[in-house]
């Protein structure tokens, strides 16, 4: 199921913005408890919305929450950020705003963050409403940060525009599908977000290429040394290159649905999320995976069936990986979903835990090779 989306408004400076939605799923990611700053400004938005009931927050108009980014846990890794993009030799930095999602705009060179990470009992609604919360830790937000600054740089020093970017990504103008097929064993791209979130579009093909080459300690160049992908490394190696010490070209600092101006509610927000992703649901197997284990309330006291699937995924991964010859990324991709799709059906260990893991590993198998492998496995963008 696709729950989350990935959002690179379209839209020109400073205006109002539809933004085209580029979706993918995430693994669910624990929220961590963010260190509450002693700032006044800060202390106040934790007055005002910790007491607050699920359904007081959902009457909320967006607008209202008071958020900033200033004080919380946001800032360090914005400041990560900065340092990484300092230490390859790059003066960029992209400006950063709360929004209703995770952007960039393709004609400001800055990047929005959703509005739940910059307070925890949000975060705790994100997870209630829609089972994650995307960018929730220290390395999930670092990843989505690394991502879009991609396109952010992209379009500070206008790199799409350049004919070897064109030749080895594809042209920017291509129109963003409604979903997109992904081929899990294709070399020609990076894995950086999940879902082979790069295979969507060729915007985000340099976006994902850019994250694995910012990220410290990489090592792309070995990792990718026999991969047809390294030479969109080398390409954005070589991009980066000529941009090393300068200045962007565009320098807006607009600011693109920003939380101020959102005057819906956190309940309509959420009401349309779930209208839209539960189009994706998994369906296909939720029978799979009610034979696998059980909602009966016999076993309401026994082990969830995402905590289990949890505990023996390394097993799960090697098992299957020497069934199927299915690298171990693929494979967790479909264990991730099924972890997803039992959470959502309240599913608990019914069987004999040795009985259920071996099933499990043949259902893992199964849905690989039957699913992934023969075009039924499309992505909502």
Partial sequence: MVKKKRSHSRSGSGGAAEPVRRSRRMKPLEPEQIPLSRRKDVQDADDQLLPLSDDQLLDLRMSDLKLTIRGTVLEKRIAQLNEELAARGLKFKPHFWLSEDWFSPDDVPG????????????????????????????EGCMKILRHETGHAIDTAFRLRRRAIYRKVFGKASVPYPESYQPKPSSRNYVHHLEMWYAQSHPLE????????????????????????????????????????????????????????????????????????????????????????????????????????????????????????????????????????????????????????????????????????????????V
């Avoid at 963050?113 to 949000?122: D, T, V």
């Avoid at 991009?239 to 070209?249: A, N, Q």
């Avoid at 779930?274 to 016999?298: E, I, Q």
């Fill in 111 to 138: 990047i929005a963050i959703p509005f739940y990470l910059a307070h925890r009992r949000l975060m705790r609604l994100e997870r209630k409403q829609l089972l994650d919360v995307e960018g929730g830790t220290h």
């Fill in 205 to 380: 093909d340099f976006a994902e290429t850019f994250a694995v080459w910012l990220r410290p300690g990489s090592r792309w160049r070995a990792r990718y040394r026999n991969w047809p992908a390294i030479k969109k490394l080398e390409t954005v190696d070589e991009l980066m290159e000529s941009i090393r010490g300068k200045k962007p070209v565009v320098q807006s600092r607009a600011t693109v649905d920003p939380l101020s101006r959102l005057r819906k509610t956190l309940r309509t927000h959420y009401e349309r999320k779930r209208t839209h992703y539960g189009l994706d649901l998994p369906s296909v197997y939720d029978n799979d995976l009610r034979k696998l284990f059980s909602a009966d309330d016999a076993h309401r006291r026994n082990m969830t069936a995402a905590a289990f699937l949890t505990r023996i995924r390394t097993e799960l991964h090697r098992t299957v990986s020497k069934w199927t010859g299915e690298n171990a990324y693929t494979i967790d991709q479909v264990v991730q979903e099924m972890i997803e799709r039992c959470r959502e059906l309240n599913l608990r260990l019914g069987g004999h835990p040795e009985e259920v893991k071996r099933d499990a590993m043949i259902l893992v198998a199964v849905r690989i090779t039957n699913f992934l492998h023969e075009g039924g496995h499309r992505v909502a």
